[in-house]
């Protein structure tokens, strides 16, 4: 139970700062301020995941940069395809979208993005995780606990309260689009009914 609270921890941290480097490229690429994470508060979970996946797996690789940098471009684009399609899927909706970016795939990923992910894999192996492991083991597990609780209650509300949102905007979509294929249909039908109209007055 320690190792998962641990753990959990990394995850908040990484979804934190993950969020914040992607807020802030984005602000220099856009010029404006948008939130970037899927839920309402200033996190993006991706991040956490693909931080947990590095940490897990990347670790007894340490002593090869390249390996480390190709297995974590791999892992990442692994895990950005597959939350692409299952919030596609679930929620019909693109929270992004590289079609117009070269060598993307189905608009999922591109190697642009794959590369930058690669590099903050490394950042994050060689020189963020030693600090932020060393930091956290330094608190009392009782402490570690307490705040991992905390957090968990937090982010639990929050995916509940962004899930109902989407879900109830999603079935507010699909209401909306049948309103206008009816429309569509009555203007149609009475294009005709005018069309036969007409034609008998004039027959």
Request: proline fraction near 2%; hydrophobic fraction near 50%.
């Amino acid at each position: 139970m320690e190792s998962f609270f641990i753990f959990f921890m990394y995850f908040f941290i990484y979804s934190v700062l993950g969020w914040i480097v992607e807020t802030l490229y984005c602000r220099t690429l856009d010029g404006k301020w948008t939130n970037r994470g899927f839920l309402f508060g200033p996190y993006c979970p991706i991040y956490g995941f693909g931080a947990l996946i590095i940490i897990a797996f990347l670790q007894n690789f340490k002593s090869s940069f390249i390996a480390v940098f190709f297995l974590g471009m791999i892992f990442t684009s692994i895990l950005e395809y597959l939350t692409s399609f299952l919030l596609e899927k679930l929620f019909d909706a693109k929270w992004w979208d590289y079609s117009k970016m070269k060598f993307n795939i189905n608009g999922r990923i591109c190697l642009l993005n794959s590369l930058e992910f690669a590099f903050l894999g490394v950042v994050l192996t060689y020189i963020v995780h030693p600090t932020i492991s060393n930091l956290i083991l330094k608190i009392p597990i009782d402490l570690v606990q307490l705040i991992s609780f905390a957090l968990i209650t937090i982010m639990a509300i929050d995916v509940g309260f962004t899930i109902s949102t989407l879900l109830n905007l999603k079935e507010k979509l699909i209401t909306l689009k049948e309103s206008a294929e009816k429309l569509m249909e009555k203007n149609t039908l009475q294009e005709k009914l005018s069309e036969n109209y007409l034609y008998n007055q004039l027959s």
